[in-house]
Nanobody, 127 residues
Framework: QVQLVESGGGLVQPGGSLRLSCAASGFALDYYAIGWFRQAPGKEREGVSC????????YYADSVKGRFTISRDNAKNTVYLQMNSLKPEDTAVYYCATAMREITRATMPLGEAYDYWGQGTQVTVSS
């Protein structure tokens, strides 16, 4: 059974850092693309970052470029999202998802390209 479990969210002051984890079970994470998405109250879901399975190419939304870094540890079957220089506008529920189908650079940020989702972890950036 495919399962994704996020952790690492919390309350942090502006300018602070958090590292989110997405632990996978039921499949070998290194064969599939993993994406991070977020949704703030009253806003649409946003694709934040993605790492491809084959060439480990990555995608970042413009709003997080230079601040967030996605990485994977295949031995631990886990993907991480390191978030630095956090801003209040980063406040949202963060979800990881995996695509069991072929995914292209164009579809990396699209939620409909992904098949399985975690339950989400809350990130709140506030002083």
């Amino acid at each position: 059974q495919v399962q994704l479990v996020e952790s690492g969210g919390g309350l942090v002051q502006p300018g602070g850092s958090l590292r989110l984890s997405c632990a996978a079970s039921g499949f070998a994470l290194d064969y599939y693309a993993i994406g991070w998405f977020r949704q703030a109250p009253g806003k649409e879901r946003e694709g934040v970052s993605c790492i491809h399975s084959s060439d480990h190419s990555t995608y970042y939304a413009d709003s997080v470029k230079g601040r967030f870094t996605i990485s994977r540890d295949n031995a631990k079957n886990t993907v991480y999202l390191q978030m630095n220089s956090l801003k209040p506008e980063d406040t949202a529920v963060y979800y990881c998802a995996t695509a069991m189908r072929e995914i292209t650079r164009a579809t990396m940020p699209l939620g409909e390209a992904y098949d399985y989702w975690g339950q989400g972890t809350q990130v709140t950036v506030s002083s």
